[in-house]
């Protein structure tokens, strides 16, 4: 069973442009969210979608937006980049009920400068 | 004060020697994550547990649910157990639930 894809790998911007990346899941998973680590903060929630839906929204501005497709895959999109904004962006895709395992892609590095 | 406290956060051994992270949580939980992270990113589950005891190979994982507490637990340490470790627990929200991180514990193993 193929594992959780992201895409693209790594990732070079500059301030003030727009970003989406890409989160294929696990085949049957429906429940996609994704999370972002930074040497300073650590790995935090950032969303998760099931069934298209966002369920869940952390604390995060309005600039990091998300969706999901019909077949599972999430996007996550950020506007107008800040240097802050540089991280390893992770999503992990499950079955949609609680105490479930979490499978981890190997995350999308974006530097931003 | 942070929900998820781990401890250490960097821990160097020799090769051989028994290792053990901690973890301590100050909400309600249903279970508890034990995640590993390798440089270049990519992170492996490695327990979901909700009680007791779990053992994958030379790796053991404890939980204390009433003193909200869980361990983990290397035996025989090796350098390609060289990596980040990190706790995270379930946390309902707004219907669904999110993890909620530690900041990690970093194992450096010496041959």
């Known amino acids: 069973k193929a594992g959780v894809t992201q895409t693209p790998r790594y990732l070079i911007k500059t301030r003030g442009q727009q970003v989406t990346l890409s989160c294929s899941p696990i085949?049957?998973?429906?429940?996609v969210s994704w999370y972002q680590q930074t040497p300073g903060q650590g790995l935090q929630f950032l969303f998760e979608y099931f069934s298209e839906t966002q369920r869940n929204k952390g604390n995060f501005p309005g600039r990091f937006s998300g969706r999901q497709f019909s077949n599972s895959r999430s996007e996550m999109n950020v506007s107008t980049l800040e240097l802050g904004d540089s991280a390893l962006y992770l999503c992990?895709?499950?079955?949609?009920?609680?105490?479930?395992?979490?499978?981890f892609g190997q995350g999308t590095r974006l530097t931003v400068v | 004060k942070n929900e998820v406290e781990q401890s250490p956060q960097n821990l160097t051994a020799q090769e051989g020697e028994f290792i053990t992270i901690n973890c301590s949580y100050s909400v309600g939980i249903s279970a508890l994550h034990w995640l590993q992270q390798h440089p270049g990113g990519g992170i492996v589950s490695l327990f979901m547990?909700?009680?007791g005891k779990k053992k994958h190979g030379r790796l053991i994982a404890t939980i204390n649910i009433q003193e909200k507490h869980s361990s983990l637990h290397i035996t025989a340490s090796h350098p390609r157990d060289s990596a980040v470790y990190i706790c995270?627990?379930?946390?309902?929200?707004?219907?669904?639930?999110?993890?909620?991180f530690g900041k990690g514990t970093k194992l450096t193993v010496n041959p």
């Open positions: 992990a895709s499950s079955l949609p009920r609680a105490n479930t395992e979490a499978f």
């Open positions: 085949s049957g998973h429906r429940s």
């Open positions: 547990l909700s009680s």
């Open positions: 995270a627990v379930p946390i309902t929200q707004g219907g669904s639930e999110k993890l909620v």
